[in-house]
């Protein structure tokens, strides 16, 4: 069946039409939920099993000072831009083999999209 070009049209803008924004204040919840427990969000404070993620977005990776990286986590070089992000959050082990991270990742899209804005706050 063909479709007239204006009905083609409207279909293919309702497909491409951007996801819904993340949501920070959610993601600040959700990081409670499962961050929070290793992770800081303050420039100094207690050290955690993790490092603090601070102004982790547009960070390097194993560049926290005084925090101890696993060997994976320090010569992995990344960037931790949001892209890159969203993949470690959904499987570390697999964006960083051998990370120590004991962290199975954020399975849930929305969610994950939420905590990666939030991140995106911590300046």
Request: with cysteine; charged share 20%; hydrophobic share 50%.
């Amino acid at each position: 069946m063909k479709l007239p070009l204006a009905a083609a049209f409207l279909a293919f803008a309702a497909y491409a039409a951007p996801a819904q924004a993340a949501d920070a204040a959610a993601g600040e919840a959700a990081f409670k939920r499962l961050c929070a427990a290793c992770h800081i969000v303050t420039a100094e404070g207690r050290r955690g099993v993790g490092p603090t993620l601070f102004g982790v977005v547009g960070r390097h990776s194993g560049k926290v000072e005084g925090f101890r990286y696993s060997a994976a986590n320090q010569k992995a070089d990344l960037v931790w831009t949001p892209e890159v992000l969203d993949k470690y959050l959904t499987n570390p082990r697999e964006v960083v083999p051998g990370t120590t991270m004991a962290f199975a990742g954020i399975r849930n899209e929305t969610e994950r999209a939420n905590v990666i804005a939030y991140l995106a706050t911590l300046k």
